[in-house]
């Protein structure tokens, strides 16, 4: 009879330690589960943030690079409005809008110049400068080694297209154009001169496509296209998409209709400054940049 129980106990003991190890065995299997799946919704996040990002104009990464370096600390918020001195105005931090530009910065390269080095190799060079700097209280930093070359290509972007750099057209109807936009408040949205992408929550990409991106084509095909978009607020291919209009339907930010707004003859206008906008900065949102008038960069 004592054998028997001891073997009843021994088979309960082996029976226990054997859902015991299965109870173990699942704990860790759905602890690696867990531990996957919290890693493929990380990459899946990553990776529609890499999307996202490939997307922006050049102007918006432009602007993302500017208040990183913290150049609206001094030059105010978006660049538009720039640390004032009242005592001594010539040790002001100058805006970057206003047509300011044109008092410091001749091209490109000078103005380049002026991101890496903290000013132009031949200002720098003279007593004046040399002599001014001692007694400003802020000086201009130099981001040479802080910046890659794509990354000031596209800071460049960004504050050519808030100074209006070139502006405006030299086509005389894309420059009617132009002020249309000004005056219609397209630039509030689609960012400097058209061509930045501000975010949009809960659109498909999260941002408002500018006029000179690859995002464009996707949106407007041809001329009767744009001039729905611009009429309407949306292309009749879109209204007729259940998929486009669930992603219309979120986003926090709608796009205008100006059928009532408009006259004819400055909606041609507006059609033709898109059209010499693309043309000019390409289609492309790989940070490429084209002289916009054709002049001499000034």
Same mark, same amino acid.
């Given at each position: 009879?004592?054998?028997?129980?001891?073997?009843?106990?021994?088979?309960?003991?082996?029976?226990?330690?054997?859902?015991?190890?299965?109870?173990?065995? +699942?704990?860790?299997?759905?602890?690696?589960?867990?531990?996957?799946?919290?890693?493929?919704?990380?990459?899946?996040?990553?990776?529609?943030?890499?999307?996202?990002?490939?997307?922006?104009?050049?102007? /918006?990464?432009?602007?993302?690079?500017?208040?990183?370096?913290?150049?609206?600390?001094?030059?105010?918020?978006?660049?538009?409005?720039?640390?004032?001195?009242?005592?001594?105005?010539?040790?002001?931090?100058?805006? +970057?809008?206003?047509?300011?530009?044109?008092?410091?910065?001749?091209? /490109?390269?000078?103005?380049?110049?002026?991101?890496?080095?903290?000013?132009?190799?031949?200002?720098?060079?003279?007593?004046?400068?040399?002599?001014?700097?001692?007694?400003?209280?802020?000086?201009?930093?130099?981001?040479?080694?802080?910046?890659?070359?794509? /990354?000031?290509?596209?800071?460049?972007?960004?504050?050519?297209?808030?100074?209006?750099?070139?502006?405006?057209?030299?086509?005389?109807?894309?420059?009617?154009?132009?002020?249309?936009?000004?005056?219609?408040?397209?630039? &509030?949205?689609?960012?400097?001169?058209?061509?930045?992408?501000?975010?949009?929550?809960?659109?498909?990409?999260?941002?408002?496509?500018?006029?000179?991106?690859?995002?464009?084509?996707?949106?407007?095909?041809?001329?009767?296209?744009?001039?729905? +978009?611009?009429?309407?607020?949306?292309?009749?291919?879109?209204?007729?998409?259940?998929?486009?209009?669930?992603?219309?339907?979120?986003?926090?930010?709608?796009?205008?209709?100006?059928?009532?707004?408009?006259?004819?003859? /400055?909606?041609?206008?507006?059609?033709?400054?898109?059209?010499?906008?693309?043309?000019?900065?390409?289609? &492309?949102?790989?940070?490429?940049?084209?002289?916009?008038?054709?002049?001499?960069?000034?």
């Amino acid at each position: 009879m004592g054998g028997t129980k001891s073997a009843l106990r021994a088979l309960k003991e082996i029976g226990l330690g054997t859902v015991n190890g299965m109870i173990d065995k +699942w704990r860790r299997w759905a602890l690696v589960s867990v531990l996957v799946a919290e890693n493929l919704a990380l990459l899946a996040a990553w990776g529609i943030a890499r999307w996202r990002q490939q997307g922006l104009s050049p102007v /918006e990464r432009g602007k993302q690079i500017a208040e990183r370096l913290g150049c609206f600390t001094c030059h105010g918020l978006g660049g538009i409005r720039g640390i004032t001195f009242a005592k001594k105005p010539r040790f002001d931090c100058p805006p +970057w809008d206003g047509g300011t530009a044109m008092m410091y910065v001749h091209d /490109e390269s000078e103005l380049a110049e002026w991101i890496l080095d903290g000013a132009p190799k031949a200002l720098r060079e003279t007593a004046s400068y040399q002599r001014e700097q001692k007694e400003r209280l802020v000086r201009m930093p130099a981001y040479r080694g802080l910046l890659s070359d794509d /990354e000031l290509r596209d800071l460049v972007a960004y504050w050519k297209a808030i100074a209006e750099w070139q502006m405006p057209p030299d086509d005389p109807q894309a420059a009617k154009g132009y002020e249309v936009a000004k005056a219609s408040g397209c630039f &509030s949205c689609h960012g400097p001169l058209g061509r930045g992408s501000p975010p949009n929550p809960g659109s498909f990409k999260g941002y408002i496509p500018a006029w000179d991106s690859a995002d464009f084509e996707e949106l407007v095909r041809d001329e009767a296209e744009l001039e729905q +978009w611009i009429l309407d607020g949306v292309s009749e291919r879109f209204r007729n998409n259940p998929a486009a209009q669930f992603f219309l339907r979120r986003a926090t930010i709608k796009m205008l209709a100006y059928r009532n707004y408009l006259s004819r003859d /400055e909606l041609e206008a507006l059609k033709a400054y898109i059209r010499w906008l693309r043309q000019r900065t390409g289609s &492309s949102s790989d940070g490429s940049e084209k002289n916009l008038s054709g002049g001499d960069g000034r």
